[in-house]
């Protein structure tokens, strides 16, 4: 059977009761009030219990409280994988998007995302799907953006022709 885990000695239930009115996390009080109930004299279990958590769960908090105090009972979230492209690396890729590409090199009109993944691919050996680069590019402030359609043979002087020109029915007086 394995041996409680004994709490710190400065603190006291009272004392984390009134650290758990304080405290602006929900789930930072909701620890308090369990390792107050701990102090209290509560089986870990009920002390879990009271907490929403299991026993294993407490024991793991309560760990980090012997170490750290109150402080330690916050959620630690991670900062995500660091990114593939470099910020210099990015800063190449917006002025790559606004120069658009090379007509003399390659057979492109426009930037397509696929396109631009097969260019990140060549120039900074990192894959990306065209999706992500999708995001990136959301990310340097670059929205999508496509041109109204228009026909191969489409007369723009018929056009002219055919817009409205008359005057609205209602004019102030």
């Known amino acids: 059977m394995t041996r409680a885990v004994a709490l710190r000695s400065d603190y006291s239930g009272n004392q984390l009761r009134q650290l758990a009115t304080k405290a602006k ?6 620890r308090l009030l369990a390792i107050a109930a701990a102090y209290d004299g509560l089986s870990r279990a009920e002390a879990a219990r009271m907490g929403g958590m299991d026993r294993q769960t ?3 908090w309560v760990h980090r409280f012997n170490a750290e105090g109150s402080d330690g009972l916050h959620d630690r979230w991670g900062q995500g994988p660091e990114p593939k492209l470099s910020t210099a690396q990015r800063q190449d890729l917006a002025k790559l998007v606004e120069a658009g590409p090379d007509a003399a ?24 799907s065209t999706r992500s680069v999708s995001r990136i590019l959301g990310e340097l402030g670059f929205a999508h953006v496509s041109a109204r359609p228009r026909h ?18 209602w004019r102030p007086t």
Do not use: H, M
């Open 58 to 60: 407490l024991r793991d």
């Open 105 to 128: 090199r390659s057979a492109l009109v426009r930037w397509r995302c696929s396109d631009l993944k097969n260019e990140i691919a060549a120039r900074f050996d990192v894959a990306y």
């Open 152 to 169: 191969r043979r489409q007369d723009g002087e018929t056009v002219e022709a055919y817009k409205k020109t008359s005057l609205p029915r």
């Open 25 to 30: 996390d929900a789930s930072v009080s909701r």
